[in-house]
């Protein structure tokens, strides 16, 4: 296991490596060149300068947190092949730089969503929150608008502007195909890609959808166990597997994480894993929390026991954490409740680790 932390380079990040390199137990960092548009290669000097920066600070890039896929290859157009062979040449240029995980989502048009991305905790914290009801209320556009009023200046990963433009139509678009042909798309897209994520050795880890239920009548997929085994066996290749994030995954009650992540980890089908809580507050209602199990609803160490015995090995980072100590970031993203996140997850794998033997015979 590797533990790393998300960073967005270039000056686009309050938060610097050499932050990052302090924080005990860090290897390296997820990141991506955020203020690219999708469907652009990625250029292998941008490349090389980041992995150069990153190496400067004493840390290692082999993770990449997003190459967004163009609107296109989710809607299954004709002009879908062009996109895809520009994806491929992306992953021909991480590979140069040692890219081994990349980390990416299928969600059509709207990414991930929150109804506020500064609401106040009783401790005097801020973290996003979820209120289906008001979400509902927002067209997209105002939603849009909304969310990128209180990044703080920060790009915010997903509702970059360029995609807000065509959101409307986009909408539509998708409510009218539905969610069989959609899973189509996907396919496609899998097959074209996952050949050449094996011949560069980077593994494809799918992010969840965020929420996991649809919204605005939007075709909502990797949401729960079943419809992940269904994605998994889209492509046998075991370059082709999901970023577990419990977040994510846990806004739904109905998701039983320890259970998931054993069963998706003992497939070697878990790349990447995304951990923090979230406290319920209805079925589709939520706040995001501080990383501890007793801050949340989620069992932060049942989840990681569940990744150590079965055999996972690949990265962890921690999550969204909340603003706190009058720490001013991009939303989600500060460094303080990050590295105390790191460092509880850091300190719960070491538990797991210790006690595999006497708890399941199994040697670590
Ligand atoms: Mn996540």
Same mark, same amino acid.
Request: negative net charge; glycine residues 8%; charged residues 20%.
């Given at each position: 296991?590797?533990?790393? =932390? @998300? ?36 250029p292998?000097? $941008? ?18 947190? $997003? ?47 929150? $109804?506020? !991305? ?12 979820? @209120?289906?009801?008001?979400? !509902? ?6 939603? /849009? !608008?909304?969310?990128n009023?209180?990044a ?15 959101? /409307?139509?986009? %909408? ?15 396919k496609y897209?899998?097959?074209a ?8 050795? %980077?593994? =494809? /880890? ?15 997929? %990797? ?5 992940? @085994? ?6 046998? $290749? ?21 259970? =998931? ?13 995304h ?14 929390? /501080? ?41 989600g993203?500060?460094?303080?409740? @990050? ?13 797991a ?12």
């Amino acid at each position: 296991m590797k533990m790393i =932390m @998300r960073y967005f380079p270039f000056g686009d990040d309050s938060v610097t490596l050499g932050q990052i390199r302090q924080v005990p137990g860090m290897s390296g960092v997820a990141t991506s060149l955020s203020r690219l548009t999708a469907g652009e290669v990625w250029p292998l000097e $941008s490349l090389f300068r980041l992995k150069a920066e990153v190496a400067d600070a004493g840390l290692e890039v082999e993770v990449i947190e $997003s190459v967004n896929i163009h609107e296109d290859i989710k809607k299954g157009l004709p002009s879908r092949d062009l996109y895809i062979e520009r994806y491929i040449q992306t992953l021909k240029n991480l590979h140069e730089i040692g890219i081994k995980c990349l980390c990416y989502n299928f969600m059509p048009v709207l990414d991930w969503a929150r $109804s506020d !991305l500064s609401h106040s905790l009783e401790d005097g914290s801020q973290v996003m929150a979820y @209120r289906h009801e008001q979400v !509902l209320a927002l067209n997209p556009d105002t939603m /849009a !608008l909304s969310m990128n009023s209180k990044a703080r200046g920060y790009s915010l990963p997903g509702w970059e502007p360029e995609r807000l433009a065509q959101m /409307a139509k986009d %909408i539509e678009f998708y409510q009218a195909i539905g969610v069989e042909q959609y899973w189509k798309h996907i396919k496609y897209f899998l097959d074209a890609v996952i050949p050449y994520a094996q011949q560069y050795d %980077i593994k =494809m /880890a799918i992010h969840p959808d965020d929420p996991p239920w649809p919204l605005y009548g939007l075709p909502k997929v %990797i949401t729960n166990a079943e419809h992940i @085994r269904h994605f998994l066996s889209l492509n046998s $290749s075991p370059y082709h597997g999901i970023t577990f994030c419990t977040g994510s995954l846990g806004s739904s009650m109905e998701n039983d994480l320890p259970s =998931m992540a054993a069963e998706f980890a003992s497939q070697g089908r878990i790349h990447f894993a995304h951990l923090r809580n979230v406290k319920h507050l209805s079925k589709q209602d939520f706040d995001e929390c /501080a990383h501890l199990s007793g801050c949340g609803d989620l069992d932060m160490y049942a989840i990681v026991e569940a990744l150590s015995d079965n055999g996972f090995d690949g990265y962890i980072r921690p999550d969204h954490g909340r603003m706190i100590w009058g720490e001013q970031a991009r939303p989600g993203y500060g460094l303080y409740d @990050r590295a105390l996140g790191a460092t509880y997850l850091a300190g719960l794998w070491e538990a797991a680790k210790k006690t595999q033997v006497t708890r399941t015979g199994i040697p670590c």
